[in-house]
């Protein structure tokens, strides 16, 4: 056997021995260690080359071209078993990662909006098209921005037809806080904080200490508020006009005012919208009988000079609304109780869908 032969037989022996390893690996660590053991600084085809040096050139030329096709060789196996072994590990993934879209979704359930938040929406989506604004106020008041400022002074008669609740005084407090009795408070706070004109709205929550089928402790009102240069009774009317008939989405809605008293106003009147009774059945907009819906008046002047306007320069209306009594009126829902109950069957029946908000263009309420 001559030298060359040998050396052959030497180099086909590591190839078929590196070929099958490769072959039978399963994993990309096992080629790893593979390719360090025989291509790696001192792997075993490395070391051959090494030995290149030592030949005769004609030799050397042979077996430095057999050594480099038998690193070419291993070192194809090697990645030709790297992808496919990548290629297995993709399609174990599929299948393991695979989604099921045909899994039915989870059911989502759905809320519903209170008929008093409902309501507010509404009462906004109509004032706010008129130029009105939103305002708010803190539901404990002082007694100056509830009464005094509203010309209500301590020994006023009015006092006691609010029914207040007055929370605890602390030593040296001038006056007891209240829980605010309407949102009236809030026209002193904006007209004490901005310069006319003014045009707000302001819902909110009030209290009365009152309890029975048609009164809560809790209840809501909407505030309206115009002070201008030159806005008059005529503009209050047709405001309120305005409104009654966007709201009750009936455009030829009788309407009335009858002359009242608030001592925050002066004149005050009261309005009522038209509506028939017949057969014990309510029917808003039909028949010859009225129906109070709120009270409204222009601003006394002690009231706008007690906030810091000149009531020789500006003159306005404010109106007062409690918002279960039209919520009420709008939707047939016949006891005020139930408001406050938070019975989700009530809710489901009365209540509305998240997404139908309220505009005057689409639709107030479906
Ligand atoms: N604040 C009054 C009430 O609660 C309603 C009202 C507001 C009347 C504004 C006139 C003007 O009864």
Redesign the pocket.
């Known amino acids: 056997m001559s030298h060359e032969t040998r050396t052959s037989d030497d180099l086909d022996q590591i190839r078929d021995e590196a070929v099958g390893r490769a072959r039978e690996a399963t994993s990309t660590d096992a080629l790893e260690t593979l390719r360090v053991e025989l291509l790696g600084k001192k792997g075993r085809v490395t070391d051959l080359m090494k030995t290149l040096g030592g030949l005769a050139p004609e030799a050397r030329k042979a077996r430095g071209a057999a050594l480099n096709a038998l690193k070419d060789e291993i070192a194809r196996a090697i990645e030709a078993k790297a992808a496919a072994l990548a290629e297995a590990e993709l399609d174990r993934r599929l299948e393991a990662e695979r989604i099921d879209v045909t899994l039915p979704p989870r059911p989502l359930t759905e809320g519903r909006i209170h008929p008093i938040s409902q309501t507010i929406d509404e009462m906004v989506a109509i004032f706010g098209e008129m130029g009105f604004k939103v305002a708010e106020g803190p539901d404990i008041e002082e007694d100056f921005y509830n009464f005094t400022a509203l010309n209500i002074p301590p020994e006023h008669p009015a006092r006691q037809s609010?029914d207040t609740f007055y929370l605890k005084g602390k030593e040296g407090e001038k006056a007891p806080k209240v829980l605010r009795?309407?949102?009236?408070p809030v026209?002193v706070r904006t007209m004490l904080a901005e310069k006319p004109p003014i045009r707000i709205i302001v819902p909110g929550r009030?209290y009365r200490s009152d309890h029975d089928a048609t009164h809560s402790p809790n209840f809501y009102?909407i505030?309206?508020?115009v002070i201008d240069r030159t806005t008059h009774m005529g503009h209050l009317k047709g405001c309120l006009n305005e409104f009654a008939r966007a709201f009750f989405d009936l455009p030829e809605l009788p309407v009335r005012f009858r002359p009242s008293y608030?001592p925050?106003?002066e004149p005050?009147a009261e309005m009522d919208i038209g509506c028939s009774r017949a057969g014990g059945e309510l029917k808003i907009g039909a028949g010859g009988d009225w129906l109070e819906i709120?009270?409204?008046?222009m601003?006394h002047p002690k009231v706008l000079a007690n906030c810091g306007i000149d009531p020789d320069e500006y003159q306005g209306?404010?109106?007062?609304?409690g918002i279960e009594r039209v919520a009420m009126l709008k939707y047939g829902i016949p006891d005020l109780r139930t408001f406050y109950e938070a019975d989700l069957r009530w809710l489901r029946h009365y209540g509305f869908l998240a997404l139908d908000v309220p505009t005057l263009s689409g639709g107030l309420s479906r």
Do not use: D, I, K, R
């Not at 009795?181 to 009236?184: A, K």
């Open positions: 609010h009795t309407h949102t009236s026209q009030t009102q505030e309206g508020l608030f925050f106003t005050s709120l009270g409204c008046g601003v209306f404010a109106f007062g609304m």
